[in-house]
């Protein structure tokens, strides 16, 4: 089965362009997560979907940052304007609803350097 | 105040020697779930055991177990006979609820670099 495949895996990028991170998750999986992963701060939740809805994005830093799960099988995160700040590698992860132990299944990543 | 605690930031052991990771956390809830991730090098995110607060018995998977003290609020990884390929950050991680009540995102420690010495 395929996993969570997230695009780019690097993306290199000048501080005020528009960034699009994009996710797609295991097939029949009912949530979907983004989280940023920095030295500082290590992993945080940015916001996280149930059935293509945002439930909670309390963790999404500021305006500059939007997410959208337009169906069950696609998902992006978009920074715009971005800043040198938004360095970080950022993980996509879903789970299915059922199951005794509700792990989380993680893409590989995108990191993301803003010159 | 941090819900999960990993006071190891780096760790060494000797290849074929068993080692433990400490992982404290922090919830007034009575139903949570704890697990472990491993992080490689290549950055991907690997699940490698759960234990749930309700579970009387310590998780075990292969050569990972985990030592649940629940007075304690202590949940560390214990990996036996260590290999070199078990070099990794380590991430310990915490659901507070139970999934049927709503509860799914994971909260996560700051992880301990475990290096595996041959």
Known sequence: DAGVIQSPRHEVTEMGQEVTLRCKPISGHDYLFWYRQTMMRGLELLIYFNNNVPIDDSG??????????????????????????DSAVYFCASRRRQGRTGELFFGEGSRLTVL | AQKITQTQPGMFVQEKEAVTLDCTYDTSDQSYGLFWYKQPSSGEMIFLIYQGSYD???????????????????????????????????FCAMREGSPGAGSYQLTFGKGTKLSVIP
């Open chain 2, 56 to 90: 009387e018995q310590n998780a075990t998977e292969g050569r990972y177990s985990l030592n649940f003290q629940k007075a304690r609020k202590s949940a560390n990884l214990v990996i036996s006979a260590s290999q070199l390929g078990d070099s990794a950050m380590y």
């Open chain 1, 60 to 85: 999404m830093p500021e305006d500059r940052f939007s997410a959208k799960m337009p169906n069950a099988s696609f998902s992006t995160l978009k920074i715009q304007p971005s800043e040198p700040r």
